[in-house]
């Protein structure tokens, strides 16, 4: 079955430092892979995707991904934190087992960045 | 305008009521799911509806009845909830289909206390 895993239960960054949060998966085939953030009482946004070629993924609001094969991850990336990046982050992977398309989700990560 | 729209956005019943969750999607897409998320719990994936079939019922109780009457619109139907089924419900639509890379869409969820 399809699976990711987010390690940390929560990051804690300073503004303007870099920050990255961590995914790993286990599937069967080509990964598709995705990041989510989740705003207090929002629903999910999408951020980006890694489908195939390019290990780096670049998404919304200045956010990156690095697609590792080797070391089956997905890491969340960003060169400067803000404060309003402060949210719960979720990887997932696609799963189409039985003919038909779903995410599998990790558990998140919440993000905090200090001023 | 939110391509995928949820109503109620809060919702509190008492353990005998019964009470609808609806969503609309406004992406032509022709898949729709619901999610559970509760407080400290991974996502769950309840139900899936794939060309307004259902495709996945996954162990949900019988408490829970969807309902998808078109591409557009998708239902949950509440009955005899228990306390521990507070939570927030997402409603997500997605393409399904031969080379569609399965992103899901997502709306601002319906927070639901039972009492």
């Known amino acids: 079955a399809q699976s990711v895993a987010q390690p940390e239960d929560q990051v804690n960054v300073a503004e303007g430092n870099p920050l990255t949060v961590k995914c790993t998966y286990s599937v069967s085939g080509n990964p598709y892979l995705f990041w989510y953030v989740q705003y207090p009482n929002r629903g999910l946004q999408f951020l980006l995707k890694?489908?195939?070629?390019?290990?780096l993924v670049k998404g919304s609001y200045g956010f990156e991904a690095e697609f590792n094969k080797s070391q089956t991850s997905f890491h969340l990336k960003k060169p400067s934190a803000l404060v309003s990046d402060s949210a719960l982050y979720f990887c997932a992977v696609r799963d189409v087992t039985g003919g038909y398309n779903k995410l599998i989700f990790g558990a998140g990560t919440r993000l905090a960045v200090h001023p | 305008e939110t391509g995928v729209t949820q109503t109620p956005r809060h919702l509190v019943m008492g353990m005998t009521n019964k009470k609808s969750l609806k969503c609309e999607q406004h992406?032509?897409?022709?898949?729709m799911y619901w999610y559970k998320q509760s407080a400290k719990k991974p996502l769950e994936l309840m139900f899936v509806y794939s060309l307004e079939e259902r495709v996945e019922n996954n162990s949900v109780p019988s408490r829970f009845s969807p309902e998808c009457p078109n591409s557009s619109h998708l239902f949950l139907h509440l009955h005899t909830l228990q306390p521990e089924d507070s939570a927030l419900y997402l409603c997500a639509s997605s393409q399904a289909g031969q080379g569609r890379t399965g992103e899901l869409f997502f709306g601002e969820g319906s927070r639901l206390t039972v009492l």
């Open positions: 890694y489908i195939t070629g390019d290990n």
């Open positions: 992406l032509g897409h022709n898949a």
